[in-house]
């Protein structure tokens, strides 16, 4: 059973047209994700949520929102797409922030701006 | 600092030993990870290891951790085509942030 899932998989969008990437759980963890993955580059974290505490992280771009309107569910919008933002992008949950507590990562949505 | 490197690139025959290695920045990671990466997939994790163990084997991985040198490295025994994929070594920095390597592609030829 899929327990982090990512609608769409693939997502084609227009240049400055907002998009909005969703994602939800099946594990009832408090913390969600979300990363962003360029073309052959690691991971690298936008901001999380620790339940209702939004995280973001000093260095992302304020073109990214996001919102988590319950436990389950958290979103990624893109106020005005650039060329530069076509990635992949991963959710991820975990139980709590500790750093004992396994990272759980759903499939991904790729992002392509035309 | 935050940069966790690796090689890019590991090409090994099916049935020999593959091993990838990763040199982190942050002394003061607690625990070190090792994801896969399958084509078009999210990241799964493989194997992680706290920073005061050297070594951990779990089936056919071992992970080793050389906390002197901040050098982890992950040796896959019998490697089979089905591991095929990128691995990424992460270091959690602050304890709610994963910093990920660059990965390294593994291809596995008959």
């Known amino acids: 059973d899929a327990m982090v899932i990512q609608n769409p998989r693939y997502q084609v969008t227009q240049f400055g047209k907002p998009v909005t990437l969703s994602c939800s759980q099946t594990?009832?963890?408090?913390?969600m994700y979300w990363y962003q993955q360029k073309s052959s580059q690691a991971p690298k974290l936008l901001f999380h949520?620790?339940?209702?505490?939004?995280?973001n992280e000093a260095d992302t771009p304020d073109n990214f929102q996001s919102r988590r309107p319950n436990t389950s569910f958290c979103f990624l919008d893109i106020r005005s797409p650039g060329l530069g933002d076509a990635a992949m992008y991963l959710c991820?949950?975990?139980?709590?922030?500790?750093?004992?507590?396994?990272?759980?990562f759903g499939p991904g949505t790729r992002l392509t701006v035309l | 600092g935050e940069d966790v490197e690796q090689s890019l690139f590991l090409s090994v025959r099916e049935g020999d030993s593959s091993v990838i290695n990763c040199t982190y920045t942050?002394?003061?990671?607690?625990?070190l990870y090792w994801y896969k990466q399958e084509p078009g997939a999210g990241l799964q994790l493989l194997t992680y290891?706290?920073?005061?163990?050297d070594m951990k084997q779990d089936q056919r991985l071992t992970v080793l951790l050389n906390k002197k040198d901040k050098h982890l490295s992950l040796r896959i025994a019998d490697t089979q085509t089905g591991d095929s994929a990128i691995y990424f070594c992460?270091?959690?920095?602050?304890?709610?942030?994963?910093?990920f390597g660059t990965g390294t592609r593994l291809q596995v030829f008959p």
């Open positions: 991820a949950t975990s139980r709590t922030s500790g750093f004992t507590d396994t990272q759980y």
């Open positions: 594990l009832n963890h408090n913390v």
């Open positions: 949520y620790y339940d209702k505490d939004f995280n």
């Open positions: 942050d002394s003061s990671s607690t625990y």
């Open positions: 290891i706290f920073s005061n163990m």
């Open positions: 992460a270091e959690n920095y602050n304890t709610d942030k994963l910093i």
